[in-house]
């Protein structure tokens, strides 16, 4: 099955930056939608971002509309969430996703995904 590794994950001051990179194990990921959810202390896993496998099309909640940009690299097999201009409620662990047979109405709801990162921690000082 294919395997997702995050990193990029730290601690940043508000008005900092960060990209996080997710990798996948296989090449066939290109095929697949590639999405970013984070979840918060207490919090569901909420949608952030995602792509689909033409790298063509992107989706953002909007609360990290012109904040946060993705984007995919299907050479390296990866996909990247840049983060500029992070507030404190941007704090959460933030996990890759991939996914297939999904529409675009379906690609926000985590429940679609095939497969899962384990996760990379991002949080954000005020």
């Known amino acids: 099955q294919v395997q997702l590794v995050e990193s990029g994950g730290g601690l940043v001051q508000a008005g900092g930056s960060l990209r996080l990179s997710c990798t996948a194990s296989?090449?066939?990921?290109?095929?697949?939608?590639m999405g970013w959810f984070r979840q918060a202390p207490g919090k569901e896993r909420e949608f952030v971002a995602h792509?689909?496998?033409?790298?063509?099309?992107?989706y953002y909640r909007d609360s990290v509309k012109g904040r946060f940009t993705i984007s995919r690299d299907k050479a390296k097999n990866t996909v990247y969430l840049q983060m500029n201009n992070l507030k404190s409620e941007d704090t959460a662990v933030y996990y890759c996703?991939?996914?297939?047979?999904?529409?675009?109405?379906?690609?926000?709801?985590?429940?679609?995904?095939?497969?899962w990162g384990q996760g990379t921690q991002v949080t954000v000082s005020s």
């Open positions: 792509v689909r496998s033409s790298g063509g099309h992107t």
């Open positions: 296989a090449r066939t990921i290109t095929n697949y939608a």
């Open positions: 996703a991939a996914g297939t047979g999904m529409i675009l109405t379906s690609m926000r709801n985590p429940t679609q995904y095939n497969y």
